[in-house]
């Protein structure tokens, strides 16, 4: 056979298995799904002991999980695939207080991304194409990467070992992260002083589970998080995460800095954007700033960040080993954004040397 025949075949799709309860969530899911020509839905189960069979029999590259289901809910199937048939799983779960924190425990366990259910107030085209983009960034994924599947890694219920602050800053850190971001981000900013300098992240992650995953962040860190509110002041020892479904973007009145919360069209499909924040980070902190471009699949955050660093700010971009999601570094590398590469363990004690330079 000739390399032009060879380079003639198609492109493998990526096969998904839908697992759901609810018919009418399947149908529309699989409906969907099947519109982009780079994805087969292989198959569909209503509770996990089916999707266990067809798991086993169709060896789906990515799943489609709900989490709340009978005979056996989510959490307990996700902690059962991690185990036996580690593979990329998708979260598709409701917006309900209980369902979003659920979806926190899930990314500890080892999922990849969470994802609403179709509706509310995401338009079904919106919803679509960033599940499609969530499917497309968990089959690349580096699942190894996973804190949950990393040997040497401490116990949830052991401390942290925090940094010290010699003394205060009024440097601003801009963290960006996507794919594989929750868990990256937890381990760096678990780490962190109570005084550590004013943080703004982006994590894409969609409304109602930024609120959840700034509660459980909250717990874990010396410094206070919290999930931003319009006008919220950036200082010393807060950190303010990006509300889902909303842009984020600092601003600056004489020496205070503040953020303003709106909305606006997806950017590189993402609301928020991390591009969004890190092109006001640039603006308005220029070289009191620190950029930090994490995990994550795409090029979200590669043009902020190398406008932070025309404008004097340090900049950071994980290294490719410690990610989940090499893309969105990639691309910062490739452009020449990030002055520094970094893994992720030594991601926190860069970040503050800097805040102290």
């Known amino acids: 056979m000739s390399v032009q025949a060879r380079a003639d075949y198609p492109k493998p799709k990526i096969k998904v298995l839908v697992v759901d309860d609810s018919a009418v969530v399947r149908q529309i899911l699989t409906r969907e799904l099947q519109k982009d020509p780079d994805i087969s839905v292989v198959g569909a189960a209503p509770d996990p002991y089916i999707a266990r069979e067809k ?33 990329p799983v998708v979260v598709i779960s409701s917006l309900t207080p209980q369902g979003s924190e659920t979806a926190m ?23 679509t194409l960033q599940i499609i983009d969530r499917i497309k960034a ?71 589970f930024t609120r959840s995953f700034a509660h459980r962040m909250n717990e874990l860190c010396a410094m206070e ?27 600056r009145s004489g020496a205070r800095y503040f953020v303003k919360i709106k909305g606006g069209p997806l950017v590189h499909h993402q609301r928020p954007s991390v591009d969004v924040l890190f092109s006001s980070v640039a603006e308005f902190a220029g070289s009191n700033a620190i950029g930090v471009l994490m995990t994550g699949m795409g090029a979200d955050g590669a043009e902020g960040l190398l406008a932070m660093r025309d404008a004097g700010a340090r900049t950071i971009a994980q290294d490719e080993r410690s990610c989940v999601v090499f893309g969105m570094p990639k691309a910062a590398i490739d452009k020449g954004a990030a002055e520094l590469v970094v893994p992720l363990r030594e991601m926190a004690s860069r970040i503050i040397a800097l805040a102290q330079s």
Do not use: C, W
């Open 55 to 87: 798991i086993a029999r169709l060896r789906p590259d990515v799943i489609t999980l709900d989490i709340e289901m009978p005979r056996m809910d989510g959490i307990a199937f996700l902690e059962k695939i991690m185990r036996h048939h580690p593979l």
């Open 105 to 127: 425990r899930a990314l500890e366990l080892g999922a990849v991304e969470v994802m609403t259910k179709p509706g509310g107030s995401y338009s079904v085209e919106e919803i």
């Open 138 to 208: 968990a089959a690349q994924a580096d699942i190894s990467a996973l804190r949950v599947f990393r040997k040497g890694d401490m116990p949830d219920t052991a401390p942290p070992r925090r940094l010290s602050m010699l003394r205060t800053t009024e440097r601003i850190v801009a963290i960006g992260a996507s794919t594989g971001g929750t868990e990256a981000i937890r381990e760096v900013i678990t780490l962190f002083p109570p005084g550590g300098p004013g943080t703004v992240i982006v994590q894409h992650m969609p409304e109602g």
């Open 225 to 251: 998080v919290r999930e931003a509110q319009d006008g919220d002041a950036v200082r010393t020892g807060v950190i303010l995460i990006a509300p889902g479904n909303r842009h984020m973007v600092l601003r």
